[in-house]
């Protein structure tokens, strides 16, 4: 079955050049197209795709409300990859906050396009670790608080799964962690999802984000 994508952006320009460079992946299917993300949400229900790739600014409805009514209304949501021109925006922080699972820089070569879809989809690292480092420690202050670390104190996260937490933050895949810790691969994925269940996490974003915005690590 091919991994599918649905497309979503105001600009036709966007979407033809982000359906040209995925369409030609034969494991990859653009299966729709919006432009806006008012119409993301009957489109998800009847096509089901494995992800959206969303603008984040858009004139009705923006990327970051797009995400949040996806989440909340559909079982099952897909996995949601913001679209962007600039990184370092407090739209693509309030849109990860939402629950986004990652970002895409519209400038971005068509290899790292495929790369930022499918890994999305496999959800297994944290995609662009180091911006994500950054958004945090330029947006994340404004929104970290004492409920944050609170929550970070509920969770209860044993020592092992706190190690892991930190490696996630760093953007280490399973693969990596499992050998920074000595520890098998599954016994990994076992702590991460842990960790997600803990933290009331969708996806490794979310919960380092949540890590970042506690002061359990420092984005520096």
Request: charged share 25%.
């Amino acid at each position: 079955m091919p991994l599918t994508v649905l497309l979503v952006d105001d600009e036709p320009l966007v979407r033809a050049g982000l359906r040209a460079v995925l369409e030609a992946q034969p494991d990859i299917e653009v299966v729709g197209e919006a432009a806006d993300g008012a119409a993301v949400i009957p489109l998800v229900r009847r096509l089901r795709p494995d992800v959206v790739a969303m603008d984040v600014r858009m004139p009705l409805m923006d990327g970051i409300e797009a995400t949040r009514a996806v989440l909340r209304s559909v079982p099952e949501p897909p996995k949601i990859l913001v679209v962007t021109t600039f990184e370092n925006d407090e739209y693509v922080y309030g849109a990860l906050r939402a629950g986004a699972d990652g970002f895409l820089l519209k400038r971005a070569r068509p290899a790292e396009i495929v790369h930022a879809v499918r890994l999305v989809a496999e959800g297994d690292s944290l995609l662009f670790p180091a911006a994500v480092r950054q958004l945090a420690a330029e947006y994340g202050k404004d929104n970290g608080n004492a409920a944050a670390r609170a929550a970070m104190e509920r969770a209860a996260l044993t020592d092992r799964e706190a190690d892991v937490l930190r490696l996630m933050a760093r953007g280490l895949n399973n693969a990596e962690i499992a050998e920074g810790l000595l520890i098998g691969t599954e016994t990994v994925k076992s702590h991460v999802s842990a960790v997600l269940a803990k933290l009331g996490a969708r996806d490794r974003t979310q919960a380092v984000i949540a890590a970042y915005e506690s002061g359990f690590v420092s984005p520096g």
